[in-house]
């Protein structure tokens, strides 16, 4: 790459960053097509592509193959070294601890949905919408980081900063709980169907302003997720017992004739 066809790439990922701000896109969220982005700053669609592989390397943004490219969440180092760290490396020693994350966001989720319900503005409700939207699509990984983007938007949405702080600083720990779960849920339609309906239900509550109601439903659904994720533990677990049984009694008598 030419010195001048760098500086074109870098300030293609400038505006393009720019962009971003300007229509409010934030993690989880959907950029443009190739096409109407080159359109939009007047750049070749190539010079798109390369600003687009800039922003990626510099962890701006992902892209799925022929899924498009999405907003990354950008983390803050304070939150993530005196929060999140300690509780990840509780997580490595023993899994076991993913279930107080669970009980933690039913006592902070409870709180921010009643308060999204009280206090979201006209722009908070469409974003909710639009987050909501993104859950329902086919890639488990994207639709598991749009329900993070989901939870989020309630917890901006209750202009609580202490609330949405805490939130942010356990970002990290709630991205993993979400997509591990949603990614088992995944694969069991039943389920994944109730996660829709549960998602839907919060998000009315918040949208008609019954902000008991929303938090009825939050905690009806964390405790969904959090029966649900035990129940898929408890089954793996017994599987395992059942592989570490002895041997079937007839085939020893079998070696003994």
Known sequence: ??????????????????????RGLEAGMKLPAERQLAALLGVSRNSVREALQVLNTQGVLMSRRGGGTFVRWQHDTWSEQN????????LADDPGYSYDILEARHAIEASTAWHAAMRATAADKEKLRLCFEATQGDDPDLASRADVRFHLAIAEASHNIVLLQTMRGFFDLLQSSVIESRQRMYLVPPVFARLTEQHEAVLNAILDGDAEGARRAMMAHLGFVHTTIKQF???????ARITRLPGDPSENLEKDA
């Open 1 to 22: 790459m030419t010195f001048t066809t760098r500086r074109l790439t870098d300030e293609v990922a400038e505006r393009l960053r720019k962009l971003i701000d300007d």
């Open 83 to 90: 929060i999140v760290q300690p509780i990840k490396t509780l």
């Open 233 to 239: 533990d408890d089954d793996l677990a017994r599987q």
